[in-house]
């Protein structure tokens, strides 16, 4: 795997490494086959003018690469979503605060990367810009046999492929329903959400109000922790504590269930090693979790609240839209306001009977998606291939959107073996849980030595 930004850092500080030589590292990359369809535009020269002026490198991302997803406004550039819809909208006046936020760290942007049109899809697929081939990071080699390229998660596609490749030390995306964590368990790397509300929204093209989280995939959970203290503009509490203090839930119901086989062995090995390292871990029912499709039986929060913000733009260009990212929004419209106003108050409800048996553990262990990654040409557009699209797409979903109904977090981090498809751990909580769940996985990372 690429030096994690950590590594990269402390090369640039003790001269090893010259900043020019780590810009220069970083384009090569974006410019190699394994990025293909990756950026939708670049900024070479930015990199490098960047490169040149690191006199104070003791800002956090000084001389390093961040990838933007085409979810977020950058100033002076266009935001499309991955979409060919808003070709004609007007360039961004600002920097959202996410964007701010990185270039103050002294972070150079190396490009806006692909992404699912509007981030409606956790597959990873695009008709109008070419779809990212997954990327094992760990060992770069691709996912996949030559010629068989495999989907690399969504909807931060590009953004995942961008940091998984070294074309980026960090890749900024979103996760409504699992958008870092998925794309970050296909490519073999790191994927934080943070509790939604710590990071600011504004400046990003929403899916959903309610959901919606800004967040950053990097390569190690270290470089996840400064990255996250950086968008949140906020101090993580560090707390080191040995294995056996920690306690660790295994959701069973739901998260266990038809699992492939490749995640199932890389998921019970490495609740056995955490196990083994001294850690307590009991499995749990988690029953609740079996009520969330009654809870979204008339198409959750991303269909209302994404309706809403596209009604205007279907009528409009219905027509050039993704039809299978179409067909999801307009579910919303036949959404009534007291099905949305009852929705919140079941969420509620749901969340306090889900966080009361969270009680006493600091962390639920779950594979972060039940399959390893399809093949693009499996689910690639074509109404022949609906159906198993779909299907894909539930799987890929299923474990992750249930943090985001619970307002909590969560963050992926590899799991598997040398010679095997990437597989993503999950470690999730609650609300407001953040620093634990980082220092849990701080731990797991270490014990599973995928650092």
């Not at 040149?52 to 003791?58: E, K």
């Not at 950086?230 to 504590?241: E, F, P």
């Not at 109904?405 to 909580?429: F, K, N, Q, T, Y």
Request: some cysteine; aromatic content about 6%; charged content about 20%.
């Amino acid at each position: 795997m690429h030096p994690d930004l950590h590594t990269t850092r402390q090369r640039l500080l003790d001269g090893s490494l010259a900043p020019a030589a780590a810009a220069e590292a970083a384009i090569v990359q974006a410019q190699s086959e394994a990025c293909r369809h990756v950026f939708l535009t670049t900024d070479f020269p930015g990199v490098r003018a960047a490169a040149v002026q690191t006199q104070n490198l003791q800002r956090p991302l000084a001389g390093l690469s961040v990838s933007v997803k085409d979810l977020f406004d950058v100033a002076g550039e266009r935001t499309r979503a991955g979409s060919v819809v808003l070709d004609d909208a007007p360039v961004a006046a600002a920097d959202c605060p996410a964007v701010a936020r990185l270039r103050a760290a002294g972070g150079a942007l190396i490009g806006r990367t692909n992404m699912v049109e509007f981030a409606f899809s956790g597959v990873g697929v695009n008709p109008h810009h070419g779809t990212p081939a997954a990327w094992d990071g760990r060992y770069n080699v691709p996912v996949g046999t030559v010629g068989s390229p495999h989907v690399p998660g969504g909807s931060s596609s590009g953004a995942a492929v961008s940091v998984a490749t070294g074309a980026a030390c960090v890749g900024l995306g979103s996760d409504t329903g699992g958008s870092l964590r998925i794309p970050a368990a296909l490519n073999g790397i790191v994927g934080f959400k943070s509790t939604a509300r710590l990071v600011p929204t504004e400046g990003a093209i929403p899916l959903s109000t309610t959901l919606d989280t800004v967040g950053a995939m990097t390569r190690s959970v270290a470089d996840a922790i400064t990255v996250h203290e950086i968008l949140a503009a906020r101090t993580v509490a560090r707390r080191t504590r040995p294995a056996r203090d920690w306690r660790f839930a295994v959701a069973r119901t739901g998260f266990l269930d038809d699992l492939d086989t490749t995640v199932a062995r890389a998921f019970e090995r490495s609740v056995k090693a955490l196990h083994d390292a001294g850690a307590h871990v009991e499995e749990i029912a988690l029953d609740a979790v079996r009520d969330l499709g009654a809870l979204q039986s008339t198409g959750g929060f991303s269909a209302a609240e994404s309706f809403a913000w596209h009604r205007k733009l279907l009528d409009r260009d219905a027509a050039r839209y993704d039809p299978r990212v179409a067909a999801r929004i307009q579910r919303g419209a036949s959404m009534k306001a007291w099905e949305y106003i009852d929705l919140f108050q079941a969420r509620r409800a749901w969340i306090a009977r889900v966080q009361d048996a969270l009680t006493g553990f600091d962390a639920v262990l779950s594979p972060t998606v039940p399959i390893v990654a399809p093949t693009v040409a499996s689910v690639a557009p074509g109404a022949d291939r609906d159906g198993e699209f779909f299907r894909v797409n539930a799987l890929l979903l299923r474990h992750t959107s249930v943090v985001n109904m619970l307002d909590g977090c969560a963050i992926s981090i590899p799991c598997h073996r040398p010679g095997e498809m990437p597989v993503g751990l999950m470690l999730w909580h609650g609300a407001m849980h953040d620093d634990a769940l980082l220092g849990a996985a701080a731990l797991a990372e270490d014990i599973l030595s995928f650092k």
